[in-house]
C-alpha cells in the first residue's frame, strides 16, 4: 500500500501538472514582450526615416538610450510630467482608500441580506468597457452638461465650467472613478475574513468602537488595504487615456501618455521603449515592497 508521503507526493506533482499550462503561458506572454521592449529601446535608428528599428541580438544591444531618459527623467523636460504621475496616483489611491475602505466595511459587518446586491453593483461597472464610461463622463462633465446643471442649480457655480479643458482635479476623480471598484473587492475580503469574536472580545474587554476599529480592524486588514493599494496603483502608473478622455491639455499629461506619444510618433519608439522598461522596473520595486511585506506577514503569523 502507498505511503501517506507517497500519497502527499503524487498530490504535489499533479497540482504542479495541472499549474503548469498556465504558467508557461503567463511567462511566453511577459518575457516575449519585454524581450521585444529591450530589443527596441537598445536598437538602432534607421537612417533614412529616424525610426527605431528592433535588435533581436542582445550582443548587439546598446544600452546608451537608458541614462538620456533617466536624465530626462530627473532634471528635464520628462521630470515634471513624472512628478505629476506621482501625484496623481498618490492623491487617487488616497481617495480610493478613504472612499473604499468604508464601503468595504459596511459590505463585510453591515450589509447583512443586501450583501450579494451592493457586490454586484460595484462590480457592475466591470461589465461596461472603461472607454465608454469615460465617454459617459465627458457627457456628463461638458459644459453643458448634468454636473454644471446640478452646481448651478444649488448656486455652486455662476457659469458653467469646462471641466474638461486641463483641470487636474477632472483627471485625478476620474481615476479614482475608474480604479475604486479594484480596491474595494480585496478589502472587503480582507474585512470579511476577521472573526467576529476578536471584535467581541476588544469590546468585552472595555475597547469602544474606535479603539476596536484603530487597534483590532485596521491592524487585521492591514494586507487587504496594502493589496488593494497595489492593484490600483500598478494600472495607475501607466494610464494615458484618462487623462487623455477628461483633458486632453499637456497641463495634465501623466507618463503613460507620453510612452503613448513617443510609440505612436514614429521617430521616440527607443525611447518609449526605454521610459516603459523603467516604469515597469520601478513598479516592480512596488511589488517586491509588497510581496517581500506579505511573506513577513505570513511567517510572523505562522509563529
Given at each position: 500500500?502507498?505511503?501517506?508521503?507517497?500519497?502527499?507526493?503524487n498530490?504535489?506533482?499533479?497540482?504542479?501538472?495541472?499549474?503548469?499550462?498556465?504558467?508557461?503561458?503567463?511567462?511566453?506572454?511577459?518575457?516575449?514582450?519585454?524581450?521585444?521592449?529591450?530589443?527596441?529601446?537598445?536598437?538602432?535608428?534607421?537612417?533614412?526615416?529616424?525610426?527605431?528599428?528592433?535588435?533581436?541580438?542582445?550582443?548587439?544591444?546598446?544600452?546608451?538610450?537608458?541614462?538620456?531618459?533617466?536624465?530626462?527623467?530627473?532634471?528635464?523636460?520628462?521630470?515634471?510630467?513624472?512628478?505629476?504621475?506621482?501625484?496623481?496616483?498618490?492623491?487617487?489611491?488616497?481617495?480610493?482608500?478613504l472612499?473604499?475602505?468604508p464601503?468595504?466595511?459596511?459590505?463585510?459587518?453591515?450589509?447583512?441580506?443586501w450583501?450579494?446586491?451592493?457586490?454586484?453593483?460595484?462590480?457592475?461597472?466591470?461589465?461596461?468597457?472603461?472607454?465608454?464610461?469615460?465617454?459617459?463622463?465627458?457627457?456628463?462633465?461638458?459644459?453643458?452638461?448634468?454636473?454644471?446643471?446640478?452646481?448651478?442649480?444649488?448656486?455652486?457655480?455662476?457659469?458653467?465650467?469646462?471641466?474638461?479643458?486641463?483641470?487636474?482635479?477632472?483627471?485625478?476623480?476620474?481615476?479614482?472613478?475608474?480604479?475604486v471598484?479594484f480596491?474595494?473587492?480585496?478589502?472587503?475580503?480582507?474585512?470579511?475574513?476577521?472573526?467576529?469574536?476578536?471584535?467581541?472580545?476588544?469590546?468585552?474587554l472595555?475597547?469602544?468602537?474606535?479603539?476596536?476599529?484603530?487597534?483590532?480592524?485596521?491592524?487585521?486588514?492591514?494586507?487587504?488595504?496594502m493589496?488593494?493599494?497595489?492593484?490600483?496603483?500598478?494600472?495607475?502608473?501607466?494610464?494615458?487615456?484618462?487623462?487623455?478622455?477628461?483633458?486632453?491639455?499637456p497641463?495634465?499629461?501623466?507618463?503613460?501618455?507620453?510612452?503613448?506619444l513617443?510609440?505612436?510618433?514614429?521617430?521616440?519608439?527607443?525611447?518609449?521603449?526605454?521610459?516603459?522598461?523603467?516604469?515597469?522596473a520601478f513598479?516592480?520595486?512596488?511589488?517586491?515592497y509588497?510581496?517581500?511585506?506579505?511573506?513577513?506577514?505570513?511567517?510572523?503569523?505562522?509563529?
Amino acid at each position: 500500500m502507498a505511503s501517506a508521503a507517497d500519497f502527499s507526493r503524487n498530490r504535489t506533482w499533479l497540482w504542479r501538472a495541472l499549474a503548469a499550462p498556465g504558467l508557461a503561458w503567463l511567462l511566453l506572454f511577459f518575457v516575449t514582450p519585454f524581450y521585444a521592449l529591450l530589443s527596441v529601446a537598445m536598437g538602432r535608428l534607421d537612417p533614412v526615416f529616424s525610426s527605431a528599428e528592433p535588435v533581436w541580438n542582445p550582443i548587439h544591444w546598446n544600452p546608451a538610450i537608458f541614462p538620456e531618459v533617466l536624465g530626462e527623467l530627473f532634471g528635464g523636460r520628462l521630470g515634471a510630467i513624472f512628478m505629476r504621475t506621482f501625484v496623481y496616483v498618490g492623491v487617487a489611491s488616497t481617495l480610493c482608500l478613504l472612499i473604499g475602505y468604508p464601503v468595504a466595511y459596511y459590505l463585510a459587518r453591515h450589509a447583512g441580506r443586501w450583501r450579494g446586491l451592493l457586490l454586484g453593483l460595484i462590480v457592475a461597472p466591470f461589465w461596461i468597457n472603461y472607454l465608454m464610461r469615460m465617454m459617459a463622463w465627458q457627457n456628463l462633465l461638458a459644459v453643458d452638461g448634468y454636473v454644471n446643471r446640478f452646481l448651478m442649480f444649488i448656486n455652486a457655480l455662476d457659469a458653467p465650467r469646462a471641466w474638461l479643458v486641463g483641470h487636474h482635479e477632472t483627471v485625478i476623480l476620474g481615476l479614482v472613478y475608474g480604479y475604486v471598484p479594484f480596491l474595494i473587492l480585496p478589502l472587503y475580503a480582507a474585512l470579511d475574513q476577521i472573526d467576529s469574536s476578536v471584535l467581541e472580545a476588544a469590546r468585552d474587554l472595555g475597547a469602544g468602537p474606535v479603539r476596536t476599529f484603530l487597534h483590532v480592524t485596521l491592524p487585521l486588514s492591514k494586507q487587504g488595504v496594502m493589496a488593494g493599494v497595489v492593484i490600483i496603483m500598478l494600472p495607475l502608473f501607466g494610464d494615458y487615456y484618462t487623462p487623455s478622455l477628461l483633458s486632453g491639455s499637456p497641463r495634465t499629461r501623466m507618463i503613460g501618455n507620453e510612452i503613448d506619444l513617443f510609440i505612436n510618433s514614429g521617430v521616440g519608439g527607443a525611447t518609449g521603449a526605454a521610459l516603459t522598461v523603467i516604469l515597469m522596473a520601478f513598479i516592480t520595486l512596488l511589488m517586491a515592497y509588497y510581496l517581500f511585506t506579505v511573506m513577513g506577514a505570513a511567517r510572523e503569523s505562522q509563529r
